[in-house]
């Protein structure tokens, strides 16, 4: 019997994390993705996806005419695929307050910056304008605060004299490809939960974020 828990993961690009997510020892053991879901049509990620067999489908943000439509039609289509993790990765489209509720304690984001350092976007510009000597990426439990639910894991990277936004994104990237699979993993191995506002490890309250 599969007793591996079910993930469907949102994209809108490249689809790097997600790659990672299916390269990673535990997909297909403690956990598996059952579905890809983009609102781009031309996300190269659903590429990624079906090379390994993996449903996958669009649905255009465009094509709704407010946010609650969208956001309903989304929480159907993903509903369909009966999945126990939600994995935001890469998605860009921000979620209404009920998309949020529905899936409270049971969806996840990776965001570009040390939260709460550098919510939304261009997180890699920002943080070399302000002048950061370090920077990286913090995985969280999504809540209804763009960026602002509770921060479970962060790696860390330095910033570089001579860095520019390529660079310094590139070097996060990579770290993200081994924090997302390592929280992912603790989720569907059941050591990760939310507890009302709080994220527990192995039973205990995180003090702080999880240094990966
Ligand atoms: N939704 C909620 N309610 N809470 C969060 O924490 C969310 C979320 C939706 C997405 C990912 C996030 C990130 O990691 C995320 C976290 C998109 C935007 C954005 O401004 C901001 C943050 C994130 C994702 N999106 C624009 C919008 O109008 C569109 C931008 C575009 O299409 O390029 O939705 O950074
Ligand atoms: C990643 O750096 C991710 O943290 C960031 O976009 C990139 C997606 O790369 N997410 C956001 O900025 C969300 N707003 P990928 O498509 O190759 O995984």
Known sequence: MDTSLPVVVLISGDGSNLQALLDAPAHGHDYRVVAVIS??????????AMQRGIPTQVLNHADFACRDDYDNALMTLIDGFSPRLVVLAGFMRIL?????????????????????RFQGLQTHRRALEAGETEHGASVHFVAEELDGGPVIAQARVPILADDDEERL?????????Q??????????????????DRVELDGKALAKPVAI
Do not use: K
């Open 96 to 116: 209404t307050p009920g998309f949020t509720r529905h899936y409270a304690g049971h969806m996840l984001n990776i965001h570009p910056s040390l939260l709460p």
């Open 39 to 48: 609102n781009r049509a031309d996300a190269h990620g659903l590429e990624r």
């Open 179 to 196: 924090l997302y699979p390592t929280v992912v993993e603790w989720f569907a191995q059941g050591r990760l939960r939310l507890n009302g």
């Open 169 to 177: 994104a590139a070097r996060v990237l990579t770290r993200e490809h």
